[in-house]
Nanobody, 115 residues
Framework: QVQLVESGGGLVQAGGSLRLTCAAS????????MGWYREAPGKRRELVAA???????MYAESVQGRFTISRDNAKNTVYLQMNSLKPEDTAVYYC?????????WGQGTQVTVSS
């Protein structure tokens, strides 16, 4: 399993943007899927966005049209571009490789959106 390191979180005002980066220790070329999850205080971890090895993407309804997931297999990196951020997007964001049940997880990066 690859090791994952997230970066790019921080504090931003509502309406702002952040770009999260997930760097993998090994090849993600055949990893399906690569995804971003988030966990807010008192809430269950939820899937935000995912991308398959063939480039197919999916998004949670709450972020559809605002967030974009992409992957650069040559750099073993996955990105999450987050625009029009809302206070309810505040959470720890985790990168995942290979699915929620048996995949690898990063340590998480905090995203805080102020109103």
């Amino acid at each position: 399993q690859v090791q994952l390191v997230e970066s790019g979180g921080g504090l931003v005002q509502a309406g702002g943007s952040l770009r999260l980066t997930c760097a993998a220790s090994g090849s993600i070329f055949k990893v399906d899927p690569m995804g971003w999850y988030r966990e807010a205080p008192g809430k269950r971890r939820e899937l935000v966005a995912a991308t398959g090895s063939a480039g197919v993407t999916m998004y949670a309804e709450s972020v559809q049209g605002r967030f974009t997931i992409s992957r650069d297999n040559a750099k073993n990196t996955v990105y999450l571009q987050m625009n029009s951020l809302k206070p309810e997007d505040t959470a720890v964001y985790y990168c995942n490789a290979g699915g929620q049940i048996s995949g690898s997880w990063g340590q998480g990066t905090q995203v805080t959106v102020s109103s």
